[in-house]
Structures are given as C-alpha cells and as structure tokens.
C-alpha cells in the first residue's frame, strides 16, 4: 500500500488517502470525502508522515481519464501561494464542472494555417515582428509590444502566433472579455484560416469540455479566453499573448483574487515560452519593469494607416454661466453641429449608467439610498425605476419623498448616460442617436448588429459608457465628447490617475481613426491636473514618469507591496472586534505596516457591515509568508467573512 496525497476542487488543501499501486501527480482518483465520494486529483505533496497509517481510508478507484499536466499544479501551486486562496480552490477553475459526461460528437479544432493569409508589413512593424518572433522557442522572457492604437500590435502578434504553430505548440491569448468579441475573431479567421478555440463566461458546457479536453490533448492549438483561460491543462504552451494588459478586469474580484496578467507571467515561466504584454497605454507595473531591463521594450511608433492622433481640446466647466443645468458645453455643441453638417460621426462619452447617480429631495434634503448598501440609488428614468449599483436592489421612482412625504420634490442630480442622451436629442432634434451601455446591450450579437449600423452611417450620435471605448474601430467617427474627464480623478485609490489616463487616451483614440482628422473634447472642472494636461498634449511620458515617481515616494505599488483585509458580517459589532482582535494580533516587524481598521467606503453592502485593514509591506519582505502564520494565530467568527486581497485593485 502506498501512501498518496490529493487534492479536490472544494476550498481546501490536501488529504492522505492509501493506494495499492503508486500513481503520479495528475491522476484522477475516486476517493471517499465524508460521506460522498468525489474525484480528486494525486497531487505532489509528500504524504504526511504522522498520520498513522491504519486509520487513512483508501481511495476508490483510479479514473481512466488522462492525468493533469505537471505544469498545471505547479500553477496552481504557485497561484495558491501567492494569493493565500485555499489550493483546492484554485484547482477548481483548472478543472471541468461535468467531468463524466463524454461528448458524442466533439467539437473539432482546427490546425490554424499560419500562412493563410499574411501582410506585407511597414519597416518598424517587420522589426518588432523580428524581435518577438526571436523570442519564439528561446525559453523564458516578457516583452511589452508598446504602440498606439491602430500601430498593428494585433497583426504583429499575430507573426509571433503564426510562428508557435509552425512549431506545433500551443498559444493562449487572453483579452478583456470587453473585447472578446466577434471582430477580433474575424480577423483572427482572415489571418488564420480557421476559429481559435475560445473560452470564456459564454460558452456553453458542451464547448467547454470538448475545448478543456482538446487543450490537454494538444489538438487546440490558438486558445483566446478571459483571465480564466490561464488554469486550461495546456499540453506544449509555447507562447502567450495579453492584449490590452493594462486593462483592470485581468483583476478577478470574487472567489480566487488574482491579476490575470500577472499571473500570466507566471504561467509563461513555468512553461518556460514567451509572453508579450500588449497596450497602447502599458500599466505602471509593466513599464517599471521595462524601465528596469526586466522585460523587452518593442515599440511601433505610428499609426499604421498614416492617420494622425486626434486633436484634443480641453472646456474649462469652471467658468460656465450658472444657468438651466447643462452638461453639453456650447463649446461641444458647436464642434457637434459641424460634424453633423459634414456627416461624420459623434461619440459622447460618459462612465456612469441610468439617468443621474443620485435623487434628492429638494424639501428635507434626502438622498435616497439603497436599503442594503451604503451607497445611493441611480435613477434609471426610461424604466422609472431607482436601482442600487452595488447589489442591484430596485424600486419604483417614487412620487413623494420617501423621508418628509412631500410630492413634486425629488430632483435628478448629475448626469448617467440616459440624461446625455435626452439632453442630445433636444439640442439636436434631426440627428439619429443611439445609446449603449450594459443595459442596453449584453452579448456579441446585439453588438455586430450595432457595428453594422455605425458602418452604414445609421447612426449620428452615439452616447455610451466604457463599453464603446475598448477596440472598436470606427470609420467615420471623427468626434469624441467626453462629458466628465474628472470622474475616475477623485477617491483615495492608488490607481485613479493611472486608469483615467488609460480610459480615456482609449476613448479619445476613437475619434478620427482613418485619413481624417479627429477631434476630442474634454470637459473638467481640472484642467490643470496632470492627467488632463498630459492628455492634452499627448504627453505619455510625463505622465509615466510623474506617477512612477510619487508611488516611488510613497513606496506604493510597484516599489512596495500592498495586501487588503476585508472583514464583513451582518453583525458590527463582531465585524469591528474581530477587526481589533486581528490588528491586536499582528506582528511587529521592519517594513510591514497595519492600517485600520476603519469602515470601507461602502461600509454596508448587500446588508452586510464592511471593515477593511491594509497592509503595507517593503519589497522584500514575504508578505504571504508572514500573513499565514499572523492569521493562524486568530479565529474568525462564523458571522464574519475574511476575504485577503494581495496586491489589491479596489479599495471600496
Ligand atoms: P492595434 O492592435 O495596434 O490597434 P491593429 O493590428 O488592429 O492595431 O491594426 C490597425 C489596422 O491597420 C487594422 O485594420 C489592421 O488590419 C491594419 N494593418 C496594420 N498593419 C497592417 C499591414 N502591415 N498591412 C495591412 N493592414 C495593416
Ligand atoms: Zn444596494
């Protein structure tokens, strides 16, 4: 009999199970689990010693399903120790829901035809082709491929693809899953000849486990995936691509908390290939560790169609007249009544959903709030409801005021999107609008048809949160309006300006992507900021460089370390002494730092009271380590939930 260790996909670690024959790592098993059984898998743990052998159960059987890679649970390994999540709970999302069902016909995956269709390339886009392709079968390194939008990063990315296929190994490309969308699969199909194999939170489980096992058997060969499609088994993982690295939703906010892109460097060490971080506005992260020689720099410089970066100008709100509220500056107006003389197209753009993020009572001064959350209901007009952001709670508007019961008192404050566009379609009764946000459009099919309608010119005005800001590329759009410049500018997170910049360098981009020139107008209330400024002047460096330096001086992310404890319950009171009781507990060490507890942001949400500590760690000192035996010494009440966040991207 042999003693193995496995690990199931349940938040746990591993358990000492008896075995007649001696299986390796990556073989799936059938093992008692309490009173049910459940597969596991043989993991490369040693087997623990003190256990007295007679008392260990014995496994069921051994499934005849191919074994898990060795690379995959050293990914899961690492991830698991750098995020301080149970290991069971990261080998869940390596890991199939259904694993007994077998497809009768699976799906088929096509060898991608790496010289199906290729392009002749500009001089500065054969040289970065030339630099990645090097990369190619030379083990391990990062590169950040640098160029503005519509330099071709994709068609470059797409050589270092073709290059991993004629080698026969595996790619995986991981996107924002904003951008996930058909366009970017044609044009991977017109280069390619064939689909890639995608993975994301759409496809269905019949998909799912033909592609799960067609990765393992190596016959997928392109894999494009939101930040989940890191934990697939791949069999020969020879490169990965992370398009739009800087973008913040590789940042996984429930369950497992890790940074996709992050770990995607992991990944890529393990399986010792290369990686290439693609942006046109690289993370502060990304680009110390170019600065520092950690990863290749490779720069496209111009737009590849020649076309020029558009114009930015910037309307000081500051000194407008106090009169009937507007929030289309004459200025906007102007330059929008031109472009709709000249036929082109107009984006507004605004970050905030429904018709104004708050309702206030012009009598009592009541602000309407979420009954769960600490946080105020957003009027949705068109729908006539109130609807909380946070967790989705919905009322009627009301007709009185909730708090003094007068009627005719509640007044609209600031702008969402839906008052945009009621106040776009006054300004300019002839044009055609369209809005677009999460609400109005939530899967790929509705957006081809918005595409198509934009191509054909049915569509003057569009008005519409972030989720027109991503990749999309516009022929006739020559106008970009954004309506609040300032909005992401406020709070106390580490990242504020970082994002604003990239967002919006991202939407201003939209405007005037072909031979004519665009324009773009920003409306702040800061025009001094440095944000602003810089994008003004198209100025990526002084920006860079001026945002390196403060968190240089803060010791902020990346020159030091930050870990989040968020504590919740029901209950404040045990939410708040659980909160001391752990600060109480915490070591005193050189350059690691406790701050709080102190009541989040949102300190109710979803009914629950919120606490939150942050630790601030030096460089080198091994935060996870440290925090593993401080948070060994404390119970946790069963009313209250511990969530730790390393390298935290929300701090609400
Ligand atoms: P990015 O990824 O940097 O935004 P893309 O790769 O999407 O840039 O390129 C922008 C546009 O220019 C695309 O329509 C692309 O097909 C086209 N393009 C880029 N390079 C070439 C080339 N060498 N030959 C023909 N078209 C190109
Ligand atoms: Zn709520």
Redesign the pocket.
């Known amino acids: 009999m042999q003693q193995i260790s496995v690990l199931f996909p349940t938040p746990l670690g591993c358990y000492d199970y008896m075995c007649s024959e001696e299986l390796s790592p990556g073989t799936f098993v059938l093992a008692p689990f309490g009173r049910k059984k459940m597969m596991g898998v043989v993991w490369d743990r040693a087997p623990n010693t003190h256990l007295d052998k007679s008392k260990i159960k014995e496994i069921f059987e051994v499934l005849p399903y191919q074994s898990l890679p060795l690379e995959t649970i050293s990914f899961v390994n690492w991830v698991s120790a750098y995020t301080l999540a149970p290991l069971g709970a990261v080998l869940k999302m390596a890991l199939l829901t259904e694993f007994d069902k077998e497809s009768k016909k699976p799906l088929a995956f096509n060898v991608p035809n790496p010289k199906y269709k290729t392009?002749?390339?500009?001089d500065s886009?054969l040289a970065a082709v030339e630099q990645i392709s090097d990369q190619i079968s030379n083990g391990f390194s990062v590169s950040l491929l640098d160029?503005v939008?519509?330099?071709?990063?994709?068609?470059v990315y797409f050589e270092a693809i073709a290059k991993a296929i004629e080698q026969g190994g595996q790619t995986l490309v991981l996107l924002p899953e904003i951008t996930l969308t058909t366009a970017w699969l044609e044009r991977f199909e017109k280069r390619f000849g064939t689909k890639p194999a995608l993975w994301h939170s759409g496809v269905t489980q019949k998909q799912r486990r033909d592609t799960w096992q067609a990765i393992l058997k190596g016959e997928a060969k392109v894999i494009v995936g939101a930040r989940s499609a890191l934990f697939l088994p791949y069999e020969k993982l020879d490169l990965i691509i992370v398009d739009e690295e800087h973008d913040q939703s590789f940042k996984q906010e429930d369950g497992v908390l890790y940074q996709a892109r992050d770990m995607a460097v992991v990944r890529a060490k393990i399986a010792n290939c290369p990686i290439v971080l693609a942006s046109?506005t690289p993370s502060i992260e990304t680009y110390c560790n170019v600065l520092q020689g950690k990863y290749y720099h490779i720069e496209?410089l111009e737009r590849?169609?020649g076309a020029v970066l558009p114009d930015i100008r910037l309307v000081d709100m500051r000194q407008k007249e106090k009169g009937p509220v507007r929030f289309i500056s004459p200025e906007l107006q102007k330059l929008i009544e031109e472009n709709l003389q000249k036929k082109e197209q107009t984006l507004l753009f605004l970050n905030r959903r429904g018709y104004a993020p708050l309702m206030l009572c012009r009598s009592c001064g009541e602000r309407i709030k979420c009954p769960h959350c600490a946080a105020f209901l957003v009027e949705h007009k068109k729908r006539n409801i109130l609807q909380c952001h946070h967790c989705g709670y919905i009322r009627r508007i009301p007709k009185e005021c909730p708090t003094c019961g007068q009627a005719e008192t509640l007044v609209a404050c600031g702008p969402g999107v839906e008052r945009i566009h009621e106040e776009a379609a006054s300004l300019f009764p002839t044009a055609k609008l369209c809005m677009v946000t999460s609400d109005t459009l939530n899967n790929p099919k509705e957006f081809s048809v918005l595409l198509e309608k934009i191509k054909n010119n049915e569509i003057d005005i569009l008005i519409g949160t972030q989720i027109l800001a991503k990749g999309h590329?516009f022929s006739n759009l020559t106008l970009v309006g954004v309506i609040d410049a300032d909005m992401g500018l406020s709070g106390g997170d580490l990242r504020a300006g970082e994002r604003t910049f990239q967002l919006l360098h991202q939407v201003t981009g939209r405007a005037g992507r072909e031979q004519k020139k665009g324009t773009a107008v920003l409306q702040t209330y800061v025009p001094e900021n440095l944000v602003i400024q810089s994008l003004q002047n198209n100025d990526r460096q002084t920006f860079m460089e001026q945002e390196i330096m403060t968190r240089e001086m803060l010791q902020m992310p990346p020159f030091g370390q930050l870990a989040a404890m968020i504590l919740s319950g029901k209950n404040e009171q045990s939410v708040v002494d659980t909160a001391k009781k752990i600060v109480a507990s915490a070591p005193f060490l050189e350059g690691f730092d406790v701050l709080g507890p102190t009541p989040a942001p949102i300190a109710l949400l979803r009914g629950k009271f919120r606490y939150r500590l942050l630790i601030k760690a030096q460089k080198d000192v091994k935060m996870q380590n440290i925090l593993t035996c401080w948070m060994n010494k404390v119970i946790i009440p069963s009313n209250v939930s511990l969530r730790i966040d390393i390298n935290p991207y929300s701090f609400f």
């Open positions: 392009l002749s390339f500009s886009q160029g939008t519509g330099s071709g990063k994709t068609e046109a496209l590849f169609s590329h």
